[in-house]
């Protein structure tokens, strides 16, 4: 099973990891989390704020150790909806908006984001479990964190095929294009929106992919 390293504090998971894995000091498949992140990364760019107690959470798998139907450009998708239906397996009614961010009921509660370093995928994840800002939602469950990333990764080794996470993902989508979403900037809703089957939205006859 995947190493899960546990610290009390970084600036990134995400380039504490980054530059483990470059300097050769961590061997994917390995995951860090931490209890507080003091510069952690967002969406587009943005930054994360940061509440002890949140899950703050990098984790790299080796390319060749991905599923044979994934494409690099869906492997956000993919992971954001595991790690879904891990927690709505525990009983929360949390949703994920196209393409990565995780929701409860209005409110975005986290999101993540994936990279490429060497012949390694690199996700970032970060979700508020027990406090967030104001405009900001937090889980709707109670948790044990340790818990909750062993569940996760165990359900990653499964390698369920793209096309099986797909299919219910898509579902999702469909039910709430009612919702907008952040593309190249721009604020823009999902009501004439189509979700293509590798996870790109085609809008306004463009294909869009999530890039994050």
């Not at 107690?53 to 450009?73: R, Y």
């Not at 994920?96 to 990279?115: C, V």
């Not at 109670?142 to 579902?171: A, G, M």
Request: with cysteine; hydrophobic share 40%; net charge positive.
């Amino acid at each position: 099973m995947l190493k899960i390293i546990s610290v009390d504090v970084l600036d990134s998971t995400q380039l504490y990891l980054k530059e483990k894995i470059l300097s050769k000091e961590l061997v994917p498949p390995v995951a860090i989390s931490a209890q507080l992140q003091t510069d952690g990364i967002g969406s587009r760019g943005n930054g994360w704020n940061s509440y002890s107690g949140n899950l703050f959470l990098s984790f790299a798998l080796p390319l060749q150790d991905l599923p044979n139907d994934l494409k690099l450009e869906s492997a956000s998708i993919y992971f954001s909806f595991i790690l879904k239906e891990t927690l709505a397996n525990f009983g929360s009614k949390v949703w994920i908006k196209w393409p990565n961010d995780f929701y409860i009921e209005e409110k975005k509660i986290g999101g993540m984001i994936t990279n490429i370093v060497g012949k390694n995928l690199l996700c970032g994840v970060g979700i508020n479990l027990i406090q967030a800002p104001v405009e900001f939602n937090t889980l709707d469950i109670k948790i044990d964190k340790k818990k909750l990333l062993q569940e996760y990764f165990r359900n990653i080794e499964k390698k369920v095929l793209w096309k099986q996470v797909f299919s219910k993902y898509k579902l999702e989508f469909e039910d709430k294009k009612s919702f907008s979403t952040h593309i190249n900037g721009i604020k823009m809703s999902l009501e004439s929106a189509i979700l293509g089957d590798d996870g790109s939205l085609i809008i306004n006859g463009e294909r869009i992919y999530s890039l994050r």
